[in-house]
């Protein structure tokens, strides 16, 4: 296979996928064994338009938060039409799901020359870059195209950011403005980009960074055309408490205004950014059991090595939420798995599912305290780096992706605005929950995002 038809290849979606109304549903009725990744849509959904209604210029989703198609697929009908990749294998998995009418940027400050030459042949025309290395290999791998969209990226502090980014990419001050003059004399459209770091608590840092930017335009003595600010825009999680994403919009707004005004150092400048975490973290959790408790030790199913990366190296503490579906006989059961739980909470530690000393997840995690082998827990505000980190150490890996979208029992409820699920319903499998509206209003799939056999909508599976 040449490189060509390789690249042309779709990413592989092969994961199975079901369509369920509540967490509770899906422990009930997969009594999975194995790790399931639940996904939310409308908060996706929501979020997305939130950021496409506040942010004053053009939103860009980072993909590699959460490449899941399902997530993909919510956003686009959200109103994303812009896409930051990583790696081919990224523009490979965007191009399959969304044949036309989306854009993708080429946000790694760091890319093989195979990965510059295809990604320009599928049409990539922006490339972010820290370095006069990388700009020679874009300019070489692109045979000096004329129509490069080229981004600088400059260091700035991770100093307010949980996830701190600062140590690998983006030029100091000087080199920037450096970078930003040689530039300007290959690329059709300039700009500057930068990540405040993952999970930033402070709009501050966002206003610092831009004011950064600034002094590096002004010394450049150049005009730029773009400022993205990155990614970066937090969520809430047990003890991470944000300010509203209006703040950080309202910072990056007043900062950047004489860079967008049309008046000024770099007259009608266009603002970008590129959210993942905030975009996604509350649209998906993981339901994760029990398989043995030693005391306050609880060993799960899932860990470092698979979506619980940020719990066991970070020590985040994720929300987390005992799910013990109660028996038919409800509180008379005396079955330890299906005797209503305590309410009284005790802190746990979790152990992950390989042989491996840092699959450990500190926590405290807090759970009733009868928790038991064969309980279900579901670890919330995962859906960004949270299966997206899964390898397939000591062969433990899970692949099964159950929708939870109770928002679509109300029939009266309005449609999405734009598109819908791409959702394929088993049509001749018993409809066994009547909540769920019928398949056929389902069944119509979203032309403009499957038009190729490879990227066939996922089953809905209503048994
Ligand atoms: C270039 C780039 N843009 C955007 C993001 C997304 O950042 P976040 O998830 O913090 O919003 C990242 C994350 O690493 C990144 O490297």
Redesign the pocket.
């Given at each position: 296979m040449d490189q060509q038809k390789a690249f042309d290849k779709p990413a592989n979606t092969d994961v199975q996928e079901h369509l369920f109304r509540s967490v509770d549903d899906v422990a009930k009725r997969l009594k999975p064994e194995a790790p399931i990744q639940c996904i939310f849509p409308q908060p996706v959904r929501d979020q997305a338009q939130k950021f496409i209604a506040l942010f004053p210029g053009r939103v860009l989703y980072?993909v590699?938060?959460n490449p899941g198609p399902e997530f993909l697929r919510h956003m686009y009908a959200a109103g994303i039409r812009e896409f930051?990749v990583?790696s081919l294998e990224e523009a490979r998995l965007i191009k399959g799901l969304f044949p036309k009418g989306v854009t993708m940027h080429f946000?790694?400050p760091v890319k093989s020359r195979e990965a510059i030459r295809l990604a320009y042949k599928m049409g990539i025309r922006t490339f972010?870059l820290d370095s006069a290395g990388e700009l020679m290999k874009i300019l070489e791998e692109t045979k000096s195209a004329q129509d490069l969209t080229l981004l600088i990226r400059m260091a700035v502090s991770g100093n307010a950011a949980a996830?701190d980014?600062s140590g690998k990419f983006g030029a100091a001050p000087s080199s920037a403005s450096d970078l930003l003059r040689h530039a300007r004399k290959v690329a059709h459209k300039l700009g500057v980009?930068f990540?405040v770091?993952?999970?930033?608590m402070d709009p501050a840092a966002y206003s610092a960074a831009i004011a950064r930017a600034a002094d590096v335009i002004a010394k450049a003595k150049v005009k730029v055309d773009i400022i993205d600010v990155?990614?970066?825009?937090p969520a809430t999680y047990p003890n991470m408490t944000p300010p509203a994403l209006e703040d950080f919009i309202a910072a990056i707004t007043d900062t950047a205004q004489p860079l967008t005004d049309s008046i000024g150092v770099t007259p009608g400048a266009e603002l970008w950014c590129?959210?993942?975490?905030?975009?996604v973290a509350a649209g998906g959790s993981m339901l994760v059991r029990v398989t043995l408790r030693k005391g306050r030790r609880l060993y799960i199913n899932d860990g470092t090595y698979g979506s619980l990366f940020d719990a066991g190296a970070l020590n985040w503490r994720f929300p987390v939420r005992l799910v013990r579906p109660l028996s038919k006989s409800g509180k008379n059961s005396t079955a330890p798995n299906t005797r209503v739980p305590s309410d009284k909470l005790v802190p746990y530690t979790f152990y992950g599912p390989t042989c491996d000393n840092l699959d450990k997840m500190k926590g405290p995690f807090m759970l009733p305290e009868d928790t038991q082998e064969g309980d279900w827990i579901e670890i919330g505000m995962l859906g960004?780096?949270g299966a997206t980190m899964q390898t397939r150490f000591n062969g433990f890996h899970s692949t099964v992706v159950a929708t939870v979208w109770p928002e679509l029992n109300a029939v009266s409820a309005p449609r999405p605005a734009v598109g819908r699920p791409n959702l394929r319903v088993v049509r001749n499998a018993p409809a066994v929950q009547p909540a769920l509206p019928a398949p056929q209003a389902m069944a119509e799939p979203a032309p403009e995002l499957s038009a190729d056999g490879h990227t066939a909508a996922p089953v809905i599976d209503l048994k």
């Open positions: 980072a590699k938060c930051d990583a946000m790694h972010s996830y980014l980009c990540h770091g993952s999970q930033c990155g990614g970066g825009f590129e959210p993942g975490r905030a975009m960004a780096y």
